[in-house]
């Protein structure tokens, strides 16, 4: 069985600070697909990333970075110098054989205060 | 860029009454998918629809739901007769192929409120 476990229910910072998400997957496929998810107040859920599971290289895309390690099966979602607009639900999401199998986390409330 | 679109954005209907979610998706996409979030939880799958037949659904798809993609370009589902657990956040998603590295892109969401 697939499980995606976001620990952190609710995370609070100012401006500027640096915040991580974590996430913590489970799958006995060897062959799996990790992604992360935004969803603003707005309700959308917006894309972020995909990594599939032999790519363990890091990513960094402006001021969103992604630590993936399977060593502890992390995901972890690095926000620098976090701004106001970062303020959302991030939802992490693990798929294995088919996208059917898709499983999210319950998600980690990120706000952001001026 | 291309983005999977959803109508209506908020519904509010009476117990019992049949609802109907429709749903464009990406047009070079063949998976379509219907998700739940009840309001403050994590995102469930509900089914998936691959040339015009249910792929794979969950245990919370029962009678009460169906899938239609009745012309080439809308997808739609249909809740016969909602019950207030039926309020939920419901996002239609679209993907290139099944296999998982083809990444699911959602629509905005259509809020159902039911009372």
């Known amino acids: 069985a697939q499980k995606v476990t976001q620990a952190q229910t609710e995370i609070s910072v100012v401006e500027k600070e640096d915040v991580t998400l974590d996430c913590v997957y489970e799958t006995r496929d060897t062959t799996y697909y990790l992604f992360w998810y935004k969803q603003p107040p707005s309700g959308e859920l917006v894309f972020l990333i995909r990594r599939n599971s032999f790519d363990e290289q890091n990513e960094i895309s402006g001021r969103y970075s992604w630590n993936f390690q399977k060593s502890t099966s992390s995901f972890n979602f690095t926000i620098t110098a976090s701004q106001v607009v970062d303020s959302a639900v991030y939802f992490c999401a693990l798929s294995a054989r088919d996208n059917n199998d898709m499983r999210f986390g319950a998600g980690t409330r990120l706000t952001v205060k001026p | 860029e291309p983005e999977v679109t959803q109508t209506p954005s908020h519904q509010v209907t009476q117990m019992g009454q049949e609802v109907i979610l429709r749903c464009v998706p990406i047009?070079?996409?063949?998976?379509f998918y219907w998700y739940r979030q009840i309001l403050g939880q994590k995102v469930e799958f509900l089914v998936s629809?691959?040339?015009?037949?249910?792929?794979?659904k969950s245990e919370i798809f029962d009678d009460q739901f169906s899938v239609e993609r009745p012309d080439g370009s809308n997808f739609t589902l249909k809740i016969r007769s909602t019950k207030l657990e039926d309020s939920a956040m419901y996002f239609c998603?679209?993907?290139?192929?099944?296999?998982?590295?083809?990444?699911?892109?959602f629509g905005e969401g259509s809020w159902l409120t039911v009372v």
């Open positions: 998603a679209s993907s290139e192929g099944l296999l998982s590295g083809n990444t699911i892109y």
């Open positions: 629809f691959y040339n015009n037949e249910i792929s794979e």
């Open positions: 047009s070079n996409h063949l998976y």
